[in-house]
């Protein structure tokens, strides 16, 4: 096998989805195929890329499926179905349960919006991140990417960028730069990376 089958899970607008898949097409992941995007949210502005992309999806929606464990099982199915080796969660706002992250053990990478170990774990999504950041008054906040195990955002790191915190910052433009300056830069780089890492680890 020469490329990673990749799944992409999201629950919102999917900036870091289009950053991937405008990697993708510029070759700059060539040990990975994005083959699926999953939601939890059956009106993710994510899947509208998805399809623009031309990249298959699965819909587990929470209101359709409010059971977490049922949601995880049908979308475990579809990765399976897809032959799916690495899990991105970009934006996907439910914490998997032990079980699924046993199932894809070194092989589900997430991308957070703060240098953890600073503001991170349950509770700490989205705007909140941000909103937690300006209110400690920090000067200097970023993103991570790492791999995801049991712990909420506990798991190794892979990679962080620093994005400085500017003088009348909102939570809204703080995480637009955190966005443009780390995460739309680090998650598909550890894409390619961690492609790479398990293609070599297949051999
Ligand atoms: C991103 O900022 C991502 O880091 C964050 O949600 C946003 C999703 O935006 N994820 C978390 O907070 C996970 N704990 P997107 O849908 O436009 O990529």
């Known amino acids: 096998m020469n490329k990673i089958r990749v799944a992409v ?12 898949l405008d990697s993708a097409a510029a070759g700059r992941i060539p ?7 999953v939601s939890d949210n059956a009106s993710a502005y994510a899947l509208e890329r998805a399809a623009k992309a031309n990249v298959p999806t699965f819909i587990a929606d929470r209101k359709a499926i409010p059971d977490r464990l049922a949601r995880e099982r049908a979308i475990l199915g579809v990765l399976k179905e897809h032959g799916i080796g690495l899990v991105v969660l970009a934006g996907f706002m439910t914490i998997l349960s032990e079980a699924f992250t046993k199932a894809y053990e070194m092989r589900i ?3 957070h919006p703060s240098l953890i170990p600073s503001f991170c774990g349950p509770g700490f999504y989205g705007l909140k991140v941000h909103e937690a950041a300006l209110a400690r008054g920090v000067k200097v906040t970023g993103a991570t990417v790492h791999y995801v195990n ?3 955002d506990g798991g190794p790191i892979i990679a962080q960028r620093a994005v400085y ?3 009348g910052d909102t939570p809204e433009t703080l995480q637009k730069r955190v966005m443009h300056e780390a995460e739309w830069i680090i998650l598909p780089q550890a894409v390619q990376s961690v492609c ?5 680890s297949e051999v």
């Open 9 to 20: 899970l999201c629950s919102g607008g999917g900036t870091n989805l289009q950053a991937i």
């Open 31 to 37: 040990s990975g195929e994005i083959a699926l995007v």
């Open 109 to 111: 990478i997430n991308v």
């Open 150 to 152: 049991e712990v909420c």
């Open 165 to 167: 915190v500017e003088e």
């Open 196 to 200: 790479k890492t398990l293609l070599k």
